[in-house]
């Protein structure tokens, strides 16, 4: 079975573009996660989606981050216009759905964010 | 304001003998901890968790341990190999919503096992 799948696996962009991420959850998967480590820190939770609804965006920086899930399958993370403190790993994560239960979340490769 | 922290950020053990990870926590709603194990250029990749009505949960070589008055929770290795050098994350979790709660992750523990 496919793990979490992350594209790309680096972007390296100037200050002011636009950016797309995209993560592939494991199918059947409906919690989808994203989540960024910025160089030397702890890795942060940025949004949280329930098939294609936003669970919880409380960890989002601010409004230059917009995150997708259409139709409940793959998720998009657009960042625009990019900013230099936007660098970073971004990883995507997956876990069934179930309710009074911890259900483990299975982490993509992320993707390594470079803006110059 | 970190809720859960690792202080240690890198921790040098001899092959064969036990690694202690350590992580301290703040918010007294975390109810769930978990160690997540990091190689470079790899995501994180769960490695064993504890429930906060249990003090100890072990598989194999690896035993984490629950200190819910100190708010403190620890890896145990043992004993360590080689193929055990990587980061470790200690996380937690809330599970007001079901269990479906984004993670809360400390810095990480550089773990390096030397021959």
């Known amino acids: 079975e496919a793990g979490v799948t992350q594209f790309p696996s680096h972007s390296v962009i100037e200050k002011g573009q636009t950016v797309t991420l995209r993560c592939d959850p494991i199918s059947g998967h409906d919690n989808l996660y994203w989540y960024r480590r910025v160089m030397g820190k702890e890795i942060k939770f940025l949004l949280h989606f329930v098939k294609e609804s936003k669970q919880d965006e409380s960890g989002m920086p601010n409004n230059r981050f917009l995150a997708e899930r259409t139709g409940g399958t793959y998720s998009t993370l657009k960042v625009q216009p990019a900013e230099l403190e936007d660098s970073g790993v971004y990883f995507c994560a997956s876990s069934l759905l179930g309710a009074g239960v911890y259900n483990e979340q299975f982490f993509g490769p992320g993707t390594r964010l470079t803006v110059l | 304001d970190q809720q859960v922290k690792q202080n240690s950020p890198s921790l040098s053990v001899q092959e064969g003998r036990i690694s202690i990870l350590n992580c301290d926590y703040t918010?007294?709603?975390?109810?769930?901890f978990l160690w997540y194990k990091k190689y470079p250029a790899e995501g994180p990749t769960f490695l064993i968790s504890?429930?906060?009505?249990?003090d100890k949960n072990e598989d194999g070589r690896f035993t984490v341990f629950l200190n819910k008055s100190a708010k403190h929770l620890s890896l145990h290795i043992v004993p360590s190999q080689p193929g055990d050098s990587a980061v470790y994350f200690c996380a937690a979790s809330a599970q007001k919503r079901g269990g479906a709660d984004g993670l809360t992750f400390g810095k990480g523990t550089h773990l390096i096992i030397q021959p």
């Open positions: 918010n007294s709603m975390f109810d769930y």
């Open positions: 504890i429930s906060s009505i249990k």
